[in-house]
């Protein structure tokens, strides 16, 4: 079933790289193996993903002509404004603040996490820092860090 935060598509028109609903969590597309029509049926696709917020491996099997939901990603800029303790305090592209994102759990990698706070507390010379970013619902997670001189 559809909601405003998915798509409905058919399980032929699945690619890798792309995002599908498997078990209710929004997956990255990692493997995708086919298997032929039978006598009685239609062909059935075995989908294996990688969890976009949590990164555990996901698999289901669907029918080839089977809708199924695709999570709308969107891919959010964000402006760091401050940094206070482990929350990040940032600007949406519509101008509004959030404060509900952490350091330590929405940014991808640790090693990430490091190089915006090193960015933050001793880059003087940056006029912006830039956070890119996937977002599904109200869940958000920090991919990449670009600097604005």
């Not at 059935?44 to 099997?61: A, L, P, Q, S, T």
């Not at 669907?62 to 800029?77: A, D, F, H, R």
Request: net charge negative; proline share 4%; charged share 25%.
């Amino acid at each position: 079933m559809a909601s405003q935060f998915t798509v409905l598509q058919t399980g032929n028109s699945l690619r890798n790289g792309g995002y599908v609903m498997l078990r209710g969590e929004p997956c990255r597309i990692k493997q995708l193996n086919w298997s032929a029509p039978g006598k009685h049926g239609s062909g059935k696709i075995r989908v294996v993903g990688m969890g976009v917020f949590d990164g555990r491996h996901r698999e289901e099997i669907i029918g080839s002509q089977e809708n199924v939901p695709v999570p709308v990603i969107l891919k959010p800029t964000l402006l760091l404004v401050d940094l206070e303790d482990d929350y990040m305090v940032v600007m949406t592209e519509s101008g509004e603040e959030r404060t509900d994102l952490r350091l330590s759990q929405n940014v991808q990698s640790p090693e990430l996490a490091e190089q915006i706070e090193k960015t933050f507390c001793e880059d003087e010379d940056a006029a912006e820092i830039l956070l890119h970013a996937l977002a599904f619902k109200d869940r958000c997670l920090i991919v990449k860090l670009s600097i604005k001189h």
